[in-house]
Nanobody, 119 residues
Framework: QVQLVESGGGLVQAGGSLRLSCAASGRISSVDAMRWYRQAPGKQRELVAG???????TYTDSVKGRFTVSRDNAKNTVYLQMNSLKPEDTAVYYC?????????????WGQGTQVTVSS
């Protein structure tokens, strides 16, 4: 069984930094795209950043220049370095990945980690 486990959330003042990690484990044949989503109270979940297996990255406009997504393929882990944090970045952050096990590729979600940015 495949699991995604996130870590690194917390409380930080505006202008500060946090680094989120998400590690995939279990019966994994390969990991394709990995992504970070976030969901603020009363809002829809939105895609924050994504990275392909080859390292190609995408970002939503509101985080460009402040957030950096990266991955360690040997560890099946994706990271999100968040700098210059703003109160509007406050949300639960979720990791998502397309993972192939012995049979098929499917999408998996982490449990979410809370990020709170105080003004």
């Amino acid at each position: 069984q495949v699991q995604l486990v996130e870590s690194g959330g917390g409380l930080v003042q505006a202008g500060g930094s946090l680094r989120l990690s998400c590690a995939a484990s279990g019966r994994i044949s390969s990991v394709d795209a990995m992504r970070w989503y976030r969901q603020a109270p009363g809002k829809q979940r939105e895609l924050v950043a994504g990275i392909s297996s080859g390292g190609r990255t995408t970002y939503t406009d509101s985080v460009k220049g402040r957030f950096t997504v990266s991955r360690d393929n040997a560890k099946n882990t994706v990271y999100l370095q968040m700098n210059s944090l703003k109160p509007e970045d406050t949300a639960v952050y979720y990791c998502n990945a397309d993972i192939r096990d012995d049979v098929r590729t499917r999408g998996y979600w982490g449990q979410g980690t809370q990020v709170t940015v105080s003004s």
